[in-house]
């Protein structure tokens, strides 16, 4: 496969470069060393030091001049981070140790909020909830995304507009979507439910019903979010070179035979990335709920991070309610990690 | 501030409003939280957070502005604060925490306890005894959510209480007589079953099962007329799951589940538009329902609650106030507590609370022209206010009531929606609101 060999001639290219770059650094500090040995006998000779204005001192302050630019040019992007992230990361850390209602001074409570957490038949229906809903959705949105993918990939009249269409929603706003999706599931005056009415069919509770309102709302987030996965695969694609195709023709491969033997191996990396990138996203789904269930009927749709903002903003039990966060950032990050090591072992160069 | 504008703005003062300065400094001689005295002559800026929409936010820079008029000296600093009522809690939470908290803020009176032990407000306790302030003439349940812990914090912003509003055109067409102010609840359940009309999407009444404080509060009046209460004498224990608790929701439950003449709202606003919308005969409702009603150009009339018994009529009130914020800063809380005082008097609250379609904070303003204006505008209104007199037990305001108002509402919602029976979904919502109460959030 070119694709695969262009990818591994750039690494041993970038791997030779990267080694031959130690090789320069070590001579450089050689040299450094042999031009300094001597300066420091010379020191050791006369009994004195070596004159400021030497090569050594020269060396040391060109190291800080460099280092000052490069920190300089630096410098805002980390204060960014570190003030934007990393430090309400570690409070928000110091938070979930306490009971604290925004109001009344913190009380430390150690690791009280996490074993609550562990016996709160909220939190884990709402684990629950996220999971089921994780593990339904992403494959389908993999399969969904690459079916339309390849579907949009060829020369057909109006290619650019069913692509635009298809694009569209993932333009609109999750507030907007989760109002328009209130208009179209509403039990007794939604669009839906007519439709159903003028088939002769039976009315259906959507978003009312306890058992219906997850899949409802993936269908929802479905129809919002499937045009990311189905861009990415349309550019995937578009990158599969078309000497390998030509040459599996050639070799008599049949549509199938090219779709499994050429076409998914080369999207396995894209695949990776696109798991991930929906895993985390379906993993924190929280406005769709917010705008159209709020966690309701009675939690049947209430996503770990809905519970949260329930438990932090609407209960003011900020502690609790970072714990809470805490263990879904520990769960995320774990899950990318396993995927990352996964891909690294099957040897997919997703990132 | 540059010292020299304060001197020319002081001097400004002196000049214009002397004369209004020596009163208001007259009507305000008892001590202020500082020790040091303030000087009523003195540049101050005082910050106002309203939480409140586009159309009363203009009233009331308007009276700001007004209110600097009078008072050159002072700059009232006056915005939302925060994009809705609700979303002002988070953000006093973040200003306490910054230090950048307002002199006056709005709150629901939910909130009030809370406020109250942070250490942050002011006491006006010793103040509004001034008879001048006319305290007293606050509806009791407004007072009562004002003084938390027996502290005066602020004055009463907003009052209302709930009423039973109905469709005159569906009880018409139903041949239905109208409901009135000795309604019992048996009168109320037989009409909105003889309402409901599933072909039409027409229901007798509606009930929020969305799990919040909406759900919650409209149980409350129930549970009173029954001879319940929210908690126990200390304010330390649910008690709500008593057998009243079980008979008024057992009662809500029949409509529910047995008659299914209730629509049961998912959210807290799609039963007031569906009301407005002649699709529902009655609903539970305050004076905020009001204008909508007329906007829609809806034939609506208004009663009290039903009762179970044929005599107690009792309702609820969730009245807001404007809570005083302590800066230890003796020229901003002598501001801060004229400019609330001003705002809730006799005659500046007109031009906030009827303006804007409320009802009046005081009963001396029943006999004001704008009070005629405002029922002439809004039918119902008059009952409203006379309702008042049935809101005589006020909503708790201990900290936890926020968890307890939760854990219940989600208990109504559950039952009325055909899941489990009352006296177990109220045992463990009593359950879970003993936790919030003991940890106090």
């Known amino acids: 496969m070119k694709h695969g060999i262009l990818i591994s001639d750039h690494e ?35 009994g004195t030091a070596p004159a400021p204005g030497g090569p050594k001192w020269t060396a040391r302050r060109r190291r800080v001049v460099a280092n000052l630019t490069g920190w300089s040019f630096a410098a805002p992007a980390t204060l960014i981070i570190l003030g934007l992230t990393l430090f309400p990361a570690a409070w928000a850390f110091l938070i979930s140790r306490e009971h604290w209602n925004g109001i009344a001074p913190a009380r430390q409570i150690g690791w009280d909020n996490y074993r609550l957490m562990a016996q709160d038949p909220d939190f884990r229906s709402a684990v629950n909830h996220t999971v089921l809903f994780t593990v339904l959705y992403v494959p389908v949105v993999l399969v969904l995304g690459m079916f339309l993918a390849i579907a949009l990939n060829r020369k057909i009249r109006f290619i650019a507009f069913y692509r635009t269409a298809l694009f569209v929603p993932l333009v609109v706003s999750a507030a907007a979507t989760g109002i328009l999706a209130n208009f179209v599931f509403d039990q007794q005056f939604g669009l839906a439910n007519n439709l159903l009415r003028v088939l002769h069919l039976p009315r259906q509770g959507f978003l009312a019903d306890r058992h219906e309102v997850m899949w409802v709302i993936a269908l929802i987030y479905l129809w919002t979010d499937l045009a990311f996965s189905v861009i990415v695969y349309l550019a995937a694609l578009q990158d599969i070179p078309t000497d390998c195709l030509e040459a599996a023709r050639i070799d008599g491969a049949n549509r199938w035979q090219q779709f499994r033997h050429v076409i998914l191996p080369s999207l396995a990396p894209v695949t990776v990335f696109v798991g991930v990138w929906e895993t985390i996203s379906v993993l924190q789904i929280f406005e769709l709920i917010l705008t159209t269930t709020h966690g309701g009927p009675l939690g049947a749709s209430q996503t770990i991070v809905y519970f949260i903002y329930n438990q932090a903003f609407n209960l003011s039990r900020y502690g609790y309610g970072s714990a809470a966060a805490y263990t879904l950032f520990g769960a995320t990050l774990i899950i990318t990690l396993g995927l990352f090591a996964y891909a690294r072992r099957s040897k997919i160069e997703a990132f | ?169 569906l009880f018409q067409a139903a041949g239905l007589a109208e409901p009135t102010n000795t309604w019992t609840w048996d009168d109320f359940r037989a009409a909105a079953k003889k309402l409901t009309d599933p072909a039409k999407n027409v229901y007798g009444t509606a009930y929020s099962v969305s799990g919040t404080e909406d759900t919650t509060w409209h149980f409350w009046p129930l549970l009173w007329q029954k001879g319940g209460s929210v908690l126990n004498s200390g304010n330390t224990k649910a008690a709500f799951d008593s057998d009243a608790g079980v008979a008024a929701l057992t009662f809500l439950r029949q409509m529910a589940v047995d008659d299914k003449s209730v629509y049961l709202s998912q959210d807290d606003q799609k039963y007031a538009d569906l009301f407005k919308s002649g699709l529902i005969g009655m609903i539970m409702s305050g004076p905020w329902q009001l204008s909508d009603n007329v906007a829609a150009n809806l034939d609506y009339g208004v009663t009290y609650l039903p009762s179970f018994d044929g005599t107690n009529h009792q309702t609820i009130s969730g009245p807001d106030i404007w809570t005083l914020y ?116």
Not at chain 2, 30 to 51: L, R
Not at chain 2, 416 to 429: C, I, T, V
């Open chain 2, 1 to 169: 501030m540059h010292p020299r504008t304060a001197r020319t703005l002081r001097s400004a003062a002196a000049t214009a409003t002397a004369a209004a300065l020596m009163l208001t400094a007259a009507c305000s001689s008892s001590s202020s939280s500082s020790a040091k005295a303030a000087d009523p002559n003195k540049a101050v800026t005082i910050t106002v957070w309203t939480g409140q929409d586009v159309a009363p936010e203009k009233l009331l820079e308007g009276l700001a502005k007004q209110f600097h008029d009078a008072h050159p000296n002072v700059t009232v600093d006056i915005s939302p604060g925060a994009p809705t009522t609700d979303q002002l809690l988070p953000k006093l939470t973040a200003a306490f925490t910054s230090g950048t908290y307002p002199d006056i803020s709005y709150n629901f009176g939910s909130w009030a306890t809370q406020m109250q032990v942070s250490g942050r407000t002011l006491d006006i306790t010793d103040k509004v005894k001034d008879p001048s302030v006319q305290w007293a003439e606050f509806p009791p349940a407004a007072r009562q959510t004002a003084t938390p812990n027996g502290h005066v914090i602020g004055f009463p912003a907003v009052v209302d209480n709930l009423a039973l509003m109905y469709n005159k055109k």
């Open chain 2, 326 to 441: 302590d800066h230890h800063d003796s020229d901003r809380a002598y501001w801060s507590y004229q400019f609330a005082q001003w705002l809730t008097s006799q005659q500046t609250d007109p031009k906030f609370n009827l303006a804007t379609g409320n009802l009046p904070l005081r009963s001396s303003e029943a006999s004001s022209t704008e009070f005629q204006d405002y029922a002439k505008q809004y039918p119902g209104a008059q009952t409203l206010f006379d309702n008042l007199k049935n809101a005589t037990t006020a909503r708790p305001t201990v900290p936890g009531y926020v968890g307890l108002s939760q854990a219940v509402g989600q208990a109504i919602a559950k039952v009325l929606q055909g899941q489990g029976d009352p006296k177990a979904a109220l045992q463990d919502a009593a359950k879970a609101a003993d936790v919030a109460l003991a940890q106090a959030d």
């Open chain 1, 12 to 46: 041993k290219a970038g791997g030779g470069g990267a080694r031959r770059r130690t090789a320069n650094t070590n001579a450089n500090s050689e040299v450094a060393a042999t031009r300094s040995t001597p300066a420091a006998a010379l020191a050791d000779a006369n």
